[in-house]
């Protein structure tokens, strides 16, 4: 009933950016927190940064001062700003919504697909 859809993902070179973002549709009342998720090779998911419904955020240290996270609530869309790229941010980028499909239910975790993100050095 939910659905995430990503993109932004892509190659870029050491030091630059990329703007993930992520739209959710489907049937559902209301969304909770967002947040952008990755999973290195042979790594195990981390969290990158959460932002809730009121944007407060959230930030791993590997990505303070590096990346914002965003949100427009009119789009349902959350978004990922990653400035001054490294190798070690070379992921799988998964997009999360805490999502309300109904009053009489509690939140619902739904996922993107994933989005790839390569920085080269």
């Known amino acids: 009933q939910v659905t995430l859809v990503e993109s932004g993902g892509g190659l870029v070179q050491a030091g630059g950016s990329l703007r993930l973002s992520c739209a959710a549709s489907g049937r559902f009342l209301s969304i909770n927190d967002m947040g952008w998720y990755r999973q290195a090779p042979g790594k195990q998911r981390e969290l990158v940064a959460t932002i809730s419904s009121r944007a407060t955020t959230n930030y791993a240290d590997s990505a303070k001062g590096r990346f914002t996270i965003s949100r427009d609530n009119a789009k349902n869309t959350v978004y990922l700003q990653m400035n001054s790229l490294k190798p070690e941010d070379t992921a799988v980028y998964y997009c999360?919504?805490?999502?309300?499909?109904?009053?009489?239910?509690?939140?619902?975790?739904?996922w993107g697909q994933g989005t790839q993100v390569t920085v080269s050095s």
């Open positions: 999360n919504a805490r999502v309300i499909v109904a009053r009489w239910a509690s939140e619902a975790d739904s």
